[in-house]
């Protein structure tokens, strides 16, 4: 199974939006309603922020959503501030019953 | 609260079996999916697998050969064996509840600290 593709780094000034995109197949992304979205800071583990390809986990912020067209799902960020600064991660439940993660975006608060 | 901590050795000779276990308290092993995953320095996370009470398991295909994961209920805890390691299979490793009845989900709501496994003689 291929990883799904996420850019490798995205940015924004504080306050802005930014959205990251994980883009994979019929077979992954386009086929179920299964992405999740994690957030991770340096040394840290994962901690996730979205799941079911929209949906927020108790306490997390509402600056985070979810969405998906087609093959790609996406995680806006609105309202950046400088504690977003972190690398995120996408994941896909695919055709074969396993899953898939995206390679990663890191993303820098300007 | 639901707790997760991997144990292990942090060192493993090439072509020796890695062994590591994760201890979970504040919920039973027997009401969830766990998963393994990891983490190289500096790349992206790459699911190993998961297994249920029942020994229900899915693994990643490039692992599958390689991987073995079992339960122990009576201990609370799940275990990861891989097997005929390389340099390229040093990486944190994480354990983590997949928070699903039945779907390989990824909603991974609590997660372990993480062990530094290194492939080395």
């Known amino acids: 199974q291929s990883a799904l593709t996420q850019p490798a780094s995205v940015s924004g000034s504080p306050g802005q939006s930014i959205t990251i995109s994980c883009t994979g197949t019929s077979s992954d992304v386009g086929g179920y309603n299964y992405v999740s979205w994690y957030q991770q800071h340096p040394g840290k583990a994962p901690k996730l922020m979205i799941y079911d390809v929209s949906n927020r986990p108790s306490g997390v912020s509402n600056r985070f959503s979810g969405s998906k067209s087609g093959n790609t799902a996406s995680l806006t960020i609105s309202g950046l501030q400088a504690e977003d600064e972190a690398d995120y991660y996408c994941?896909?439940?695919?055709?074969?019953?396993?899953?898939?993660f995206g390679g990663g975006t890191k993303l820098t608060v300007l | 609260q639901v707790q997760l901590q991997e144990s292990g050795p942090g060192l493993v000779k090439p072509s020796e079996t890695l062994s590591l276990t994760c201890t979970v308290s504040?919920?039973?092993?027997?009401?969830?999916?766990w998963s393994w995953i990891r983490q190289p320095a500096g790349k992206g996370l790459e699911w190993i697998g998961r297994?249920?009470?029942?020994?229900?398991?899915n693994y990643n295909p490039s692992l599958k050969s390689r991987v073995t994961m079992s339960v122990d209920t009576s201990k609370n805890q799940f275990s990861l064996n891989l097997s005929s390691v390389t340099a390229a299979d040093t990486a944190v490793y994480y354990c983590a509840r997949d928070n699903t009845n039945y779907v390989v989900r990824g909603m991974f709501d609590y997660w372990g600290q993480g062990i530094l496994v290194t492939v080395s003689s």
């Open positions: 504040g919920v039973s092993i027997r009401s969830n999916y």
């Open positions: 297994i249920y009470i029942s020994e229900t398991t």
């Open positions: 994941n896909s439940y695919t055709s074969s019953s396993t899953l898939v």
